[in-house]
């Protein structure tokens, strides 16, 4: 396999990847050079077999013809960097190409939310007394007790102001709030949020998603939502908010050699 940069995918490297397939809109977003991670290839001119690997989570994607030693391979050779995960929906026969022996495994979800599924002003009324929701700019991300999380993310500040959209709930100059979303992946964005302690609980989460899916929509987004299974508050979040077509799927990881 010859890695490759985003710069050089072609329209037939990127039709090797299923779109239906588990969280496949990151492997698109590492594709378009809005998310970090990898991209292998057996033949950039003419690819039949690739593989991304997206950094942030781990998850590595398959496209084109595939066999379990070129799988081994690279998971083998990705797990020197950090943990690889393969997302598989029940029934699928490439779990038979699975390396043996994984580390852990989970049950997830995942959402979607098509532009004006539901109505969203009970949460964009008036902000609690004390309280601001500003867009994440260069200054406030510089700031943000997320900041190594979204360089980690989209492999620089620059990548994320230039194709993603991000805001954030302010209590005073205390963060409270921040909600992310990716690149627009054939018409759809991936969504994140993290409530810091001292304010989790309070509906705040909510409240900054309900702009940021606003915002995502004002741009022609929908939005996609992904979480753990047992993660009951976000999944509950997901569906308030409107996300409905949830599709479960199974997540198996491969730990680094270095990993404790």
């Not at 979800?109 to 260069?138: I, K, M, Q, T, W």
Request: contains cysteine; charged residues 20%; glycine residues 10%.
């Amino acid at each position: 396999m010859i890695a490759i940069q985003p710069g050089q995918v072609t329209p037939a490297l990127t039709a090797l990847f299923d779109p239906e397939a588990p969280t496949a809109i990151r492997c698109f977003a590492v594709l378009q050079d809005a998310n970090a991670g990898t991209i292998w290839v057996d033949d950039p001119s003419r690819p039949r077999s690739a593989y991304v690997w997206e950094a942030d989570d781990g998850t590595l994607y398959r496209g084109g013809g595939q066999d379990a030693a070129g799988l081994l391979d690279a998971v083998t050779r990705l797990r020197q960097e950090g943990v690889v995960a393969l997302g598989f929906r029940e029934g699928d026969p490439d779990i038979a190409l699975f390396p043996p022996e994984p580390n852990a495994g989970a049950s997830c979800l995942e959402f979607h939310r098509p532009v004006g599924n539901s109505d969203l002003s009970p949460y964009l009324g008036p902000l609690p007394p004390g309280y601001a929701l500003y867009r994440l700019d260069r200054a406030r991300l510089g700031s943000s007790p997320q900041r190594e999380a979204a360089i980690h993310r989209y492999g620089s500040l620059d990548n994320l102001l230039d194709k993603g959209l991000a805001v954030c709930l302010m209590h005073g100059d205390d963060t409270v709030c921040e909600a992310f979303a990716d690149v627009d992946v054939r018409g759809t964005r991936e969504m994140g949020v993290t409530t810091q302690k001292p304010y989790r609980g309070h509906g705040f989460a909510t409240i900054t998603c309900a702009y940021l899916v606003q915002l995502c929509e004002e741009r022609g987004s929908s939005a996609y939502w992904d979480c753990a299974a047992l993660n009951l508050p976000s999944a509950a979040l997901a569906r308030r908010l409107g996300f409905r077509n949830e599709r479960p799927y199974r997540l198996l990881a491969w730990f680094p050699p270095w990993f404790t």
